[in-house]
Every structure is written in C-alpha cells, then in structure tokens.
C-alpha cells in the first residue's frame, strides 16, 4: 500500500480504529466523528470529539471494498452515558463479542462500559452500568494466545481523557479529584510520566479481575519515562499486540503526534521502549491499532485528509508493517 494511502471509509467521518480479524474477516471498530450540533469549539478538555454512537466496518480482502454494518450502539441505549462515546475496542472470547467503550457518565467523569453481541457486527447490547473501578478512555482488550487466555484490559487518557485526576489514596484506592482536569502532567526534575492502566477481566469479561495498577514504560537504561520526554511519554491510545512471544505495547504520544511502542515479556510489564512506528500525520490527534491478517501486520490509524485538517473530523486508513530481526517494528516498504 502506498505511504499515504486512501481513507477506508470517506461516508462518514470515523477516527481511532480498534481492528480485530474474526472469522477470518477484517473488522474496523471506530469512533464516530461529527459536526458539532451547538458549534463547540476546539479545547484541551476535547468538548468538541461529540461522538453518540458507534459503527462497525468490515473488509474481506486488502484493499477491497468496506462494508458498513451500521449503528450497533448509540447513547440512548446506555443508562449511564450522557454523552461523548470516545474511542472504543472490541474481542472475543466465550462464544460472545464484548465492545468495551469510554463515555461521560452524569456526573462528567470519563468511565468504561460493555456491550455484548452475537456476532462481531453488531448489534451489542450494553450493561446497565460501567465497569466498576473504571475510569480515564480508550479501554484496548487483549485475549493472550497462552494456556491460561487470560484477558487484560489497557486504558488511560491525559488531558480530557482525565488520566491526570486520579491518584491513589492511603488506602490504595483510586480518587477523582476534578481540579486537576486540563492540561496537568507532572512537572519538575526527575518527574515520572503519567503511566497507562491494566486490570485483569473477569473470565465473563464484564468486570475487572485484578486491582487498576500502573503500566510501566522504560527507557534503554531502565527508568521510568519522564514526564518531560513528549517524544516517549505515554499520553492516550493504548494498544497491545503479541509477536514472536513478546508483547508490544503501542501508544500515542498525544501534543507530539508519534505513534510509539514499548516491548515485554509480561502484558503486565515493565514495557522497554522501543521506538517509532508513524510520525505525526495531518491533524491533532494520533490512535491506532495493529492486527496481523492474511500473512501480513497492519497499522489502523486516522489523520485529516476529508476534512482538510479539522481535528475533530478524522478518516481511517491502514499501512502495512513489518517487525524486523531484531523485533523492531517499520513502515513497509
């Protein structure tokens, strides 16, 4: 494919595309970009991403035609939601499909629910509450290929995504504290980064099995990221994708645009860094996804190439990839 390939889909505006294979098919999980109805404009807490529901696209063959499967899930059809279903993620496991999406509940504050399905287009009908213990976006579920196939469940997200207002308590619990909303990251020398989150999942994948815990990226000596290193530091659009043994954890790098990953033996960590795999693309924001299909790995990212640059209006698109010798991941050629 070439290096700026066409938008898969161009009817609607979609954005952070979650891509699984299923039966063999290809199927695309994205947000739902829109104009925003009462004019919002653009701000650090992301008022304007005013997403209401979700639609699932699948592709038999690269390159070949994508097929619209639909709505499969709308605000309505959740009781806690109020608005904002932000970037979501789908699997598989017990015979089901599980989508696994963020939204603002009453009170504002970002949590994580699921949907159930029959099929892996939909339609998946949502419980009645989050997920409790659930909190930030951008939930990534990965089902591990090992004996015990146990599932594990990445999310976070700074700034709006509201990552920054959770701290634990002497007790060990996590606490929301609104007045840290905005652009807040840790600041100072020798400051750690803001990590990502990982739980456990139940094995009927509707509720967490393990404490929230902290997901730690190193650098090449073994120190945690720093909050200052923009170029390293995780800020949203966690992904986990397994090679070779290993586990690849993917993020973006949020104000600086690059889509990065950090390398495991452990889809608890510590993750190593390991590089870049996209540089900054026509628009804000950068979230992807990675999926092996048909003998081949495959990038799922966004940028803005419809809308001419309005950060909020984004197209999906895929690249092909390769993990090299060593484990190091590039563009193909």
């Not at 007045?179 to 020798?190: C, M, T, W």
Request: charged share 20%; with cysteine.
């Amino acid at each position: 494919m070439p290096s700026n390939p066409k938008p898969l889909i161009s009817h609607i505006y979609t954005a952070d595309p979650s891509a699984h294979v299923f039966n063999g098919k290809l199927y695309i999980y994205p947000s739902h970009d829109r104009e925003s109805p009462d004019g919002t404009v653009s701000n650090d807490n992301g008022d304007q991403y005013d997403m209401a529901d979700y639609h699932v696209f699948s592709l038999t063959t690269p390159g070949g035609p994508v097929t619209d499967h639909g709505v499969v899930l709308s605000t309505p059809d959740v009781p806690w939601v109020s608005k904002q279903l932000w970037a979501p993620d789908a699997a598989f496991k017990n015979g089901k499909y599980y989508l696994y999406f963020p939204a603002r509940d009453a009170e504002g504050v970002f949590r994580i629910g699921v949907a159930v399905g029959e099929k892996p287009e939909g339609p998946f009908v949502a419980e009645k509450d989050c997920i409790s213990g659930s909190y930030s976006i951008d939930p990534a579920v990965f089902v591990d290929d090992d004996e015990g196939q146990e599932a594990y469940i990445y999310f976070g997200g700074l700034w709006g995504g509201q990552l920054q207002c959770w701290s634990k308590s002497a007790s060990g619990e996590w606490v929301f504290d609104a007045s840290k909303g905005g652009p807040q990251e840790p600041s100072g020398k020798g400051a750690v980064a803001l990590f990502p989150r990982v739980a456990r999942l139940s094995p009927d994948m509707l509720s967490f099995a393990s404490p929230v815990q902290e997901l730690q990226i190193l650098d090449e000596k073994g120190s945690p990221i720093a909050a200052d290193d923009h170029d390293r530091r995780f800020f949203e659009a966690a992904w986990l994708h397994k090679y070779n043994g290993k586990y690849y954890f993917s993020y973006s790098t949020g104000d600086t645009h690059y889509l990065v990953y950090a390398v495991s033996d452990s889809p608890l960590g510590p993750f190593t860094y390991g590089g870049r795999i996209l540089e900054p693309v026509l628009g804000w924001t950068t979230h992807h996804s990675i999926a092996e299909w048909q003998g081949k790995w495959w990038l799922f990212y966004h940028d803005c190439e419809i809308s001419g640059g309005v950060s909020h209006l984004r197209n999906v698109k895929m690249r092909e990839i390769v993990h090299d010798a060593e484990g190091k991941i590039h563009l193909a050629d």
